[in-house]
């Protein structure tokens, strides 16, 4: 089956890539365990070295790559533009601090010398999403690189133009030929690489179906897996919440990349004091959103990245409002060619409806209405997800005490939920385990091996 690039934008085919036949796989598999033992010994100096490189080679060519990740999926060019330099800065963030994550620790152990090291397992698959295209890869493969394992990429179907870019950087860099590889593949070869005595551990983020595929199968192989699933994350607004700047942020939370991120704000829940005037300023700021041309910068709102996804989006909808939901604003496909979605809004969400109980990815803002704060936690808790989630007040201890309460892996008070490289990253229940970033992703594929000696 071929792997079809389409422009989201206005559906005309940018590119058609043939997949690879099994010699051809094999052959990457073997390059990829050839070098493992030569990019473990590489010393971690160069390593950081490197790394710095792929930075460079991805700012220098930022604008390139940022207009091929729209053409191919559709976000906005400035959106692109932004994820191009997070990648570069994940890159020098693990140069800068991977030796000092993975140095060796002295145990306290009584009269034994004992240390904890971490080395390298040897060769990481990582099955990535569309949703962004260079951030997913860079998140995991800055670290696992840098921890010294090789890194294979199973990308989405539809990004695999980027996919091939994102090899180039890295071949470009002058990581050694086998270090980093793309496989044009499709998902019915993802079990047999996995299963390949030649790889060692896989990453995947996408949707917890393909989750639960992936660590089924990594669990039969004995083999480590981090998983970043999908999310319904609350956005919970208390009565004396600062509301101009909640919905500022709501906005960009809910409706940037189309909605369609794991750890957008998806269900807004309020309590009643807020209600009127969170919705007010909502609509307003949902009226001035500007669905164009994703090239165009006068454009602030992208399609979504496909068709199907699209129409998936809208029966999500449809069956909602059956369900007892109410349409505020939107709701419906935009007419015209390619993926696009009016920006909406689904007030009085309830349980039994999909809205409420499915992860809803794309330009929709759900609204949960609590009677107080204490049902507003449950209603934030009330979820198989457990990605991320924010509460906005003015009394930051109020927040806190909130914030500690939600069942998730990532709580902010005050502030959108985000990835950063500096922090742990990732989610319980459905959502996933494991993490990503910071000094537990450098971590999260190596032997933490303990040496002891008397």
């Known amino acids: 089956m071929p792997l079809s690039s389409v422009n989201p934008a206005n559906g005309s085919v940018l590119h058609v890539f043939e997949t690879w036949a099994r ?33 460079h080679v991805l700012r220098h060519r930022r604008d390139h790559f940022a207009v091929m ?47 904890l090291m971490f080395q390298p397992l040897g060769t990481i698959l990582g099955v990535m ?34 996919a091939l870019a994102i090899e180039e950087v890295f071949r470009d860099a002058g990581l050694p ?40 199968i990594a669990g039969g192989v004995l083999k480590p897996c981090v998983l970043e699933l999908g999310g319904s994350d609350p956005f919970v607004v208390l009565e004396d919440a600062d509301l101009d700047e909640a919905v500022s942020q709501a906005l960009v939370s809910r409706y940037r990349n189309a909605g369609q991120s794991c750890i957008a704000a998806k269900r807004f829940i309020l ?15 949902v009226a001035d959103l500007k669905p164009g041309d994703p090239m165009k910068e006068e454009s602030t709102l992208a399609p979504m990245a496909r068709a199907d996804l699209r129409d998936e989006l809208h029966q999500q909808v449809q069956d909602s409002i059956a369900e007892g939901a109410v349409p505020v ?56 997800f457990g990605l991320g989630g924010s509460v906005w007040t ?38 996933g385990f494991g993490r990503e970033l910071a000094r537990a992703g450098i971590r999260a594929f190596t032997n933490a091996k303990t040496l002891v000696r008397r």
Not at 84 to 106: K, N, Q, S, T
């Open 271 to 285: 309590v009643p004091a807020v209600v009127d005037g969170f919705l007010a300023r909502l609509k307003d700021g």
């Open 394 to 431: 003015r009394d930051r201890v109020r927040g806190e005490h909130f914030a500690r309460r939600m069942a998730c892996g990532t709580a902010f008070i005050n502030a959108m939920v985000k990835s950063d490289p500096r922090l742990p990253f990732g989610g319980i229940r459905d959502s």
């Open 69 to 115: 990740m729209t053409q191919e999926m559709g976000k906005l060019l400035t959106e692109s533009r932004a994820e191009i330099e997070r990648c570069a800065l994940v890159c020098e963030y693990y140069a800068d601090h991977g030796a000092g994550f993975l140095a060796e620790e002295p145990m306290p152990a009584g009269e034994l010398d004992a240390r």
């Open 329 to 384: 604003m939107g709701c419906q496909p935009l007419p015209g060619k390619g993926a696009w979605y009016a920006p909406s809004i689904l007030d009085r969400v309830v349980p039994g409806t999909r809205a409420y109980q499915e992860e809803i990815f794309g330009p929709v803002a759900c609204i949960l209405r609590a009677t107080d704060e204490e049902d507003a936690l449950r209603l934030a808790n009330d979820t198989r």
């Open 129 to 162: 999403p569309w949703n962004f295209p260079f951030w997913q890869v860079f998140r995991f493969a800055a670290p696992t690189l840098m921890a010294g394992n090789t890194v294979l990429l199973k990308h989405a179907s539809n990004v695999s133009r980027c």
């Open 177 to 216: 030929t086998g270090t980093f590889q793309t496989l044009m593949i499709t998902s019915a070869e993802v079990q047999r690489v996995i299963e390949d005595p030649r790889v060692h551990g896989v990453t995947l983020t996408g949707g917890d179906g393909a989750g639960r595929a992936v660590a089924a």
């Open 23 to 55: 010699p051809r796989i094999d052959k990457a598999l073997g390059q990829a365990a050839r070098m493992a033992p030569e990019w473990r010994d590489t010393p971690l100096d160069q390593r950081a070295g490197l790394l710095r490189q792929a930075a």
